[in-house]
């Protein structure tokens, strides 16, 4: 059973920082592409930033670039996105996500960790 779980949310002012942890476990990703998205209230979710767990190939929403930064401990199968300047409008819930490499959609999903940036 592969379990996510996101850690890291939090209050924040505009301009900090916040790091975001995703604990995977169930089986070996080495095969999987780990990803953020995020949700605003009242908005669809979107892509945040992905990365292929063998290769360490990044990928990131260009409205990130820059500023987010994802990577991987392999020794403690976990996902982090460090997040910098960040603007009240990068207030959302985090969600980790999994999926094989080359599948269209995510297919395991976390619950999802709070963060909100005051102005």
């Known amino acids: 059973q592969v379990q996510l779980v996101e850690s890291g949310g939090g209050l924040v002012q505009a301009g900090g920082s916040l790091r975001l942890s995703c604990a995977a476990s169930?089986?070996?990703?080495?095969?999987?592409?780990m990803g953020w998205f995020r949700q605003a209230p009242g908005k669809e979710r979107e892509f945040v930033a992905a990365l292929s767990w063998s290769g360490g190939t990044t990928y990131y929403a260009d409205s990130m670039k820059g500023r987010f930064t994802i990577s991987k401990d392999n020794a403690k199968n976990t996902v982090y996105l460090q997040m910098n300047s960040l603007k009240p409008e990068d207030t959302a819930v985090y969600y980790c996500a999994a999926k094989l490499n080359g599948a269209l959609n995510y297919d395991y999903w976390g619950q999802g960790t709070q963060v909100t940036v005051s102005s």
């Open positions: 169930g089986r070996t990703f080495s095969r999987y592409t």
